[in-house]
């Protein structure tokens, strides 16, 4: 679950870390909200993350509508936001709601980009949980829409206001390090079930459940178990699978640091898997060209209980989840599912480094909306680029051991046209981006 980071940190005057943080002032100015107006915030998902989400929202302004596909967590809702209006359908609510400001989106990856991008379209502020979208087409999609409507971003990787995570990247942007040549990150995901074939056996849907809602974008199939709730993470049709779900946390912080974006290959080995689910585990490597700022860099995931060798820790204790960056003059292993606990510097000694602090994840994006700076997460300089990188992954899982070799600006897999259906989906009648 996601940590809330102390509000009442003050942003401080200093070094900024994150390349996508820099470039922030280019970003058009959208209308803003005054300190003493009140901010309509309209939510998407208010179940699951989406509890927490719009918890968030109501402390930071007013609910004026929620939306979700179960009857029963819309019912709670009612209770949690006395007059909102509900809907089950986002697209209905979008549309008949002219009083919102800005827009939560907690659904599964699939509806991400549609709900999002409808919002911004409309000049909806937009928080979206992550990872952003669920395509690489989506998250460059979205990253452009953000920037010509001027609109408030912030992607859901909670982290990335951590002063823990902030400080560690600023050391190894300061150079702790040395020289950065290799990237480790592990996850103890997947902890919901993958490799498994489609169910068929006919299983009557809820009736609190509105299905064909909950498919939105995806292609039709009849209600099942396996996929909701919580189970859909580990199918391609609705999910992103481990590296999805986790990567936009625990590889955040070596993002931030050496700015992990646009890698020219990928290549994964698995357990193999039946284009339904995700594999029950995987390796992937990328490989990132050299920049005015580094050198190459090689990053390696690993998930479904595979994990970096022990022994390059050297003599630190493995953890279920963390971070290894190795430097010439040093190594760093940070902690935990965000990698910004137990920050251990190896063969070097700790820095001491500015950065600038966070008020709190979600209270950056309203400060954002009432005419300050961006956001760090924000879609076109951060959880966009951010996401690409990582949703390349798949493409290397989908390939099955295939090496992508990859053209950034075009999003095209230069040897791999198989891939093209990951890249960009294809929708159902009704949602387009």
């Known amino acids: 679950m996601a940590r ?8 401080q005057t200093s070094a900024v870390i994150g390349a996508g943080y820099f470039a922030a002032a280019g970003l058009q100015a959208a209308p803003s909200k005054s300190a003493n107006e009140q901010i309509n915030f309209a939510c998407i998902g208010i179940g699951g993350k989406g509890e927490s989400d719009s ?9 004026v509508a929620v939306c979700d596909i179960d009857e029963s967590t819309l019912d709670k809702g009612k209770v949690r936001f006395p007059g909102a209006k509900t809907y089950f359908d986002f697209r209905k609510m979008l549309e008949t709601e002219k009083n919102i400001d800005a827009v939560t989106v907690s659904t599964p990856d699939h509806c991400h980009a549609v709900a999002a991008a409808m919002a911004m379209r409309l000049g909806k502020h937009c928080f979206t949980q992550k990872p952003l979208t669920h395509s690489i087409f989506e998250a460059r999609t979205l990253a452009n829409i953000a920037k010509e409507k001027g609109v408030a971003t912030q992607m859901g990787n909670q982290g990335t206001a951590s002063s ?10 300061a150079g702790t390090l040395g020289k950065v ?12 079930p993958q490799g498994l074939d489609r169910p068929t056996e006919k299983v009557e849907t809820p009736k609190s459940i509105h299905w064909n809602e909950f498919l939105g974008p995806a292609p039709e199939r009849p209600y099942h178990p396996a996929y909701h ?15 999805g779900d986790m ?10 640091a050496l700015g992990l974006h646009d890698p020219t290959s990928v290549v994964a080995e698995t357990s193999g898997h039946n284009k339904e689910t995700y594999p029950s585990w995987s390796v992937i490597n990328f490989e990132f060209p050299a920049t005015k700022e580094r050198g190459p860099i090689k990053f390696i995931w690993y998930d479904g209980g595979k994990k970096v060798d022990p022994a390059m820790l050297k003599g630190k204790k493995l953890t279920d989840s963390g971070a290894l960056i190795i430097g010439d003059k040093g190594r760093m292993y940070a902690e935990g599912d965000y990698a910004d606990q137990k ?12 950065f600038k602090k966070s008020p709190g994840h979600f209270q950056e994006w309203v400060n954002a909306i009432r005419g300050g700076e961006p956001a760090m997460s924000n879609f076109p300089n951060y959880a966009g680029p951010l996401t690409e990188t990582i949703l390349l992954g798949n493409l290397a899982v989908w390939a099955s051991g295939k090496k992508i070799e990859w053209d950034a600006k ?13 890249i960009k989906h294809e929708y159902r009648t009704g949602y387009t981006l």
């Open 229 to 243: 709730p919580f189970k859909w993470r580990g199918w391609w049709d609705f999910g992103t699978g481990a590296l």
């Open 181 to 192: 040549t290799e990237v480790h990150v592990w996850t103890n995901r997947p902890v919901w």
């Open 164 to 173: 823990y995570l902030r400080k560690a990247a600023a050391a190894i942007k």
């Open 410 to 422: 075009n999003m095209v897999a230069t040897n791999a046209p198989e891939v093209a259906k990951i």
């Open 247 to 256: 990567a936009c946390h625990t590889l955040n912080m070596p993002y931030a």
């Open 4 to 11: 809330r980071s102390n509000r009442r940190e003050f942003m």
């Open 55 to 63: 918890n968030d929202a109501r402390s930071s302004g007013n609910i």
């Open 343 to 354: 920050i251990h510097y190896i063969e070097c000694d700790e820095p001491d480094v500015e």
